[in-house]
């Protein structure tokens, strides 16, 4: 069974980086740089304000980059280390089959351990944390959504992760931004209404 969801994995990985045309290398790199998301933080900020109010925007906009701190840090300094499964793009079998985005006439693997990604557990930790401060804004909850699984496909076709890697970066993120909102920064936001 193992073998089979491991097989599944590698073919939808090769499905969707097989899909590549120069105008989608563009576009799924821009959407992989973490410089992209500064667009997105403001139109959140913009809507928390209009929603609530200056300073509870504020004290999210801050707690969100807390939530993505924290989502970061235990995907890349202890799941990665601790689980340590190579990117598909360190595999040698499959580094020929793969199509990579290439920077400086140098290809971007990304780094040695893939599982779980940080882009989606941290996209997904911050989606988890605002949900219930958006939830009324159903459009922008929508495109939010539509955003997060977007990089990462992202992720999938420019080679350097796996879709499992994606899958569970996207389960971690969501239960780390219940819990961050739940247990400390939610309980934190009451006590200063």
Same mark, same amino acid.
């Given at each position: ?107 971007? @693997? %990304? #780094? ?8 989606? =557990?941290?996209?997904?930790? &911050? +989606?988890?944390? !605002? ?35 994606? @899958? %569970? #970066? ?8 219940? =819990?961050?909102?739940?247990? &400390? +920064?939610?309980? !934190? ?5």
């Amino acid at each position: 069974m193992i073998e089979l969801l491991l097989n599944c994995d590698k073919q939808l990985l090769l499905f969707i980086n097989g899909i590549h045309m120069p105008w989608l290398d563009e576009f799924m790199w821009a959407l992989s740089s973490k410089w992209i998301n500064f667009p997105l933080a403001c139109i959140l900020f913009l809507m928390l304000y209009k929603t609530l109010n200056w300073k509870k925007a504020i004290f999210l906009l801050f707690t969100s980059l807390l939530v993505v701190g924290f989502s970061d840090l235990i995907t890349s300094q202890l799941i990665k280390d601790l689980i340590q499964r190579p990117r598909p793009s360190h595999e040698i079998i499959l580094q020929s089959k793969l199509h990579f985005y290439y920077i400086s006439n140098q290809p971007y @693997l %990304g #780094g040695q351990y893939g599982f779980v990604s940080s882009h989606a =557990a941290n996209l997904a930790a &911050v +989606f988890m944390y !605002l949900f219930i401060y958006l939830r009324n804004n159903k459009c922008l909850l929508f495109g939010f959504m539509t955003y997060v699984l977007f990089v990462g496909i992202s992720r999938i076709y420019l080679g350097v992760h796996y879709p499992s890697d994606i @899958l %569970g #970066g996207f389960i971690f993120g969501l239960a780390m931004g219940w =819990a961050l909102r739940k247990f &400390v +920064f939610g309980k !934190l936001l009451l006590k200063w209404e």
